[in-house]
């Protein structure tokens, strides 16, 4: 055997010997710590923290919100008298008069005719209850249901109910109270809309002051321009329906 082939066998033998400490080496490189700093354990913390408080004031914020909204859509408005010569607290005023008449005057036509209809529902329920029964009755997959459709018991179902009925009455006035919530507050941002300007402006660092003012311009502009145009749309709906069921000669009680 030439010295050339005794360097080869022992080449190959030594790579043979290395390959198993190569893979040792691998496998233990491709462990890998993960060490979470105190840094970001305290950031998660608070994020935890303002989610839950952002979930428990989340009344507070829709109120705010619906003010803001309501300010945006009637400073237009307050703005359009001040140049006329009226004085803003007069603006204020008139706006949120027309606003309070407007609201009632869509209360009194609407709950009482609401009211009639419901009654008119419950007088009719003998009638239309049996009809439905009689419906059902015809077919022999749904003739249980027209015996039990017969024997329905009203007092059981009011009973059972009672729970419901009181939390859905409780909260329908704990969203009226956040309603005029919002309007006071809308009413006292639009009075002392210099001094909280201020504080706003106040609280916020200089470098940011342009992108506020940007901000509060696009709230009057976008926000008021896109809640005055569903009230607009709205109004033009009501008088199609009120056009079209005059037309179709369907009585209406006013």
């Given at each position: 055997?030439s010295s050339?082939d ?18 040792a ?8 710590r ?5 840094w ?6 608070l ?7 952002f979930?428990r004031l989340?009344?507070?914020v ?9 300010v945006?859509?009637?400073a ?8 006329r010569?009226v004085r803003?607290?007069v603006?204020?005023t008139i706006?949120?008069?027309?606003l ?5 005057l ?7 005719e ?5 009654r008119?529902?419950?007088?009719m329920?003998?009638v239309?209850?049996?009809?439905l029964?009689a ?6 997959l749904?003739?249980?249901?027209a015996?039990?459709?017969r ?6 179902i009011f ?5 419901s009925?009181?939390?859905f ?8 109270a956040y309603?005029?919530g919002?309007?006071f ?5 639009m009075?002392d809309?210099d001094?909280l300007r201020g504080g ?8 940011h002051?342009i992108r ?6 696009n709230l009057?502009?976008?926000?008021g321009g896109y809640?005055?145009?569903q009230?607009i749309?709205?109004a033009?709906m009501?008088?199609?329906?009120f056009?079209l069921l005059?037309?179709?000669?369907i009585?209406t009680?006013w």
């Open positions: 055997m050339r005794n360097r080869a066998a022992s080449t190959a033998a030594q790579g043979k010997h290395q390959e198993p400490e190569q893979k080496n691998s496998r233990q490189a491709r462990v890998l993960i060490e979470i700093s105190p970001t354990m305290i950031t998660l913390m994020i935890i923290t303002g989610l839950w408080l979930i989340l009344p507070v829709l109120v705010l919100i619906v003010a803001l909204m309501i945006g859509t009637l237009p408005a307050v703005v359009w008298m001040e140049r010569g803003r607290w603006g204020i706006v949120f008069t027309a309070f008449v407007l609201t009632m869509i209360f009194a036509l609407t709950i009482p609401l009211v009639n209809q419901i008119s529902l419950i007088d329920e003998p239309l209850r049996e009809r029964a419906w059902f009755a015809l077919s022999p749904t003739a249980s249901l015996d039990a459709i024997n329905v018991q009203y007092d059981a009973r059972s109910s009672a729970a009925v009181l939390t009455s409780s909260n329908l006035v704990q969203g009226i309603m005029f919002a309007i507050l809308a009413l006292y941002m009075l809309r001094r706003l402006f106040a609280v916020v660092p200089r470098t002051h506020l003012s940007r901000i509060l311009v009057e502009t976008i926000v809640i005055r145009g009230v749309t709205s033009m009501a008088v199609f329906i056009v005059t037309a179709c000669n009585r009680h």
